[in-house]
């Protein structure tokens, strides 16, 4: 079993949560920029939470599955077909051997994620099958995926083995045939006002540059990739400029250089940083800034710290039950 590129796209590469445990040695994490609609696109076809899946950016990519195959797509709507019909999202859905799937282009977010029932049979590099590009490692041979690629698929489970027998059931003359059952995503994706906690160096810009950080709106430059956002608005300027040692960074901590641009670091952040940090995005909202693309405008909303871990707690706690409930219903299912 295997899935053959077709085409790449923009950008397709394969990704799990990340490289953990290696920044002391300046390995970046990586990992899927939108960790909550990659986990339950496992969810959704059987899988771990983390097994591997192939993260589509925008548009342009084509995948060929060379056998009957459980899939799911979640993340952004890039609007994928097969044969010229809309395949559904974040549900399962039976392919059959030979379909294509294509990315037409975005119509919401600008990144989907396609998990495939029993994932992906590559190495693993550090403990992790996540792609680090400028690093040329893990993934499919250390590199985004090229036309042509052939990736091997792992065995299925019994529960998707369960799905995949229910919905070929459902098939007439089609390519494909999606549940009737799905996640309903919307509230957690949508929006552009994106929750933050002040940064350990907020008190050090002016206020000025606190008012605006937190009242006025940013634009995503066209400078932007994985690594992070820059984003165009106000200039944020400090008090008076001061030396800062290099410190550890996270997901979603935004930085402010010389020029007064904020930074937002992302799933290939480096592993330190020496900019002013005057802010944190709370890791419930990482989604939506990761759902972003060059152009969009977001706003950011101060919380306490107290607040983010709550939010956390509360979107964890909703996985477990989005899985649970979807592992009931394959169980149900006749």
Known sequence: MSVHIIRPGLLATIQDLGRYGFQQYGVVVGGAMDSFSFRLGNVLVGNEEGEAAI???MMGTSLQFKEDTLI?????????????????LWRPVFVKKDTVLSFAGCQSGCRAYVAVAGGFSIPSVMNSKSTYVRGEIGGFKGRALKEG????LAEE??????VKKVLQKKLKNDSF?????????ERYLNGKVVRVVKGAEFEEFSELAQKQFFEQEFQITPQSDRMG??????SLQLKQSFELLSEAV????????????PIVLLADRQTTGGYPRIGQIAAADLPIIAQMKPGDRVR???ISLHEAEQLYMEREKEIKQIRTALLLKERSVE
């Open 55 to 57: 993260e589509v950016t």
């Open 72 to 88: 799911s797509i979640t993340g952004g709507n890039l609007n994928p077909v097969i044969d010229g019909s809309p395949v559904p």
């Open 149 to 152: 690629d052939v990736i091997p």
């Open 157 to 162: 489970n019994a529960f998707s083995l369960k």
């Open 177 to 185: 045939a999606a549940a009737d059952w799905y996640v309903p995503f």
């Open 229 to 234: 956002y820059r984003l165009s608005g106000p």
């Open 250 to 261: 996270a997901n979603g901590t935004i930085q402010v250089p010389s020029d007064g641009n």
């Open 300 to 302: 950011f909303k101060e």
